[in-house]
């Protein structure tokens, strides 16, 4: 007599999403890349250099723009209250589906940011909405991230909180760290994204660093399973 093999559970088809967050900080690197070398000097995934250079543009510091440091960080904001709304509607039920609406959501906006870019003329109007567009999807992405609660990856846009846990609970610091790893594998990802984002810039529009970006969170989008 055969014995009848259990459903295998949903949640723990695909990519687990230790690695998916992984990847989109590479993507954060790729979006501040553009951001900040070719849409005039304005971070719109990492808020925390955002409202520095935001100080630093309403100081009059030449080559800043508060204008535009006030347009990302408005639409990021803005994002993010509707990631709360997201995360919302979709946290209690399947975690699969809800990172996955997520980031179908995020290659969206950056697909539309690189047809944009593709398509416009360099104009102030297409920078300002290139900038509105990026930091609204990192907005989004981050409010859901952090509701996600998946330990040492709550935030997919910024280090200072990994770097600090992963050298004060280091063997140098209090030795008490058992995911020294996966923070390592964070800074990694993000330098790695940064590093290909200025390599594209440097020899093609932002139009191609975006269109990678929509393309690895589309991708994501597919494969993220439910399972930490």
């Known amino acids: 007599m055969t014995t009848a093999t259990p459903p295998r559970d949903p949640e723990t088809r695909g990519v687990r999403l230790v690695a998916v967050l992984l990847a989109l900080m590479l993507v954060s690197g790729l979006i501040d890349a553009v951001s900040y070398l070719g849409l005039g000097h304005v971070f719109t995934a990492n808020m925390t250099g955002n409202v520095v250079i935001l100080g630093f543009a309403a100081a009059g510091t030449p080559g800043f723009s508060v204008p535009h440091s006030a347009t990302s960080l408005a639409a990021f904001m803005l994002g993010a209250a509707m990631g709360g709304r997201v995360a919302a509607r979709f946290a209690v039920g399947s975690r699969r589906r809800w990172m996955r609406v997520t980031l179908a959501a995020e290659a969206t906006l950056v697909a539309g940011s690189a047809v944009l870019a593709f398509a416009g003329s360099g104009t102030p109007a297409t920078r300002y909405v290139l900038i509105a567009l990026?930091?609204?999807?990192?907005?989004?992405?981050?409010?859901?991230?952090?509701?996600?609660?998946?330990?040492?990856?709550?935030?997919?846009?910024?280090?200072?909180?990994?770097?600090?846990?992963?050298?004060?609970?280091?063997?140098?610091?209090?030795?008490?760290s058992h995911r020294s790893p996966r923070r390592a594998a964070a800074v990694v990802a993000l330098f790695a994204g940064a590093v290909l984002g200025a390599w594209l810039i440097s020899d093609h529009s932002p139009g191609v660093p975006l269109l990678v970006a929509a393309a690895v969170s589309g991708v994501l989008a597919v494969v993220a399973s439910g399972r930490e």
């Open 134 to 176: 990026t930091a609204f999807a990192m907005g989004l992405r981050n409010a859901n991230v952090r509701k996600l609660g998946v330990p040492d990856l709550t935030a997919t846009t910024v280090l200072t909180t990994t770097l600090t846990g992963l050298l004060s609970e280091s063997r140098l610091g209090d030795g008490t």
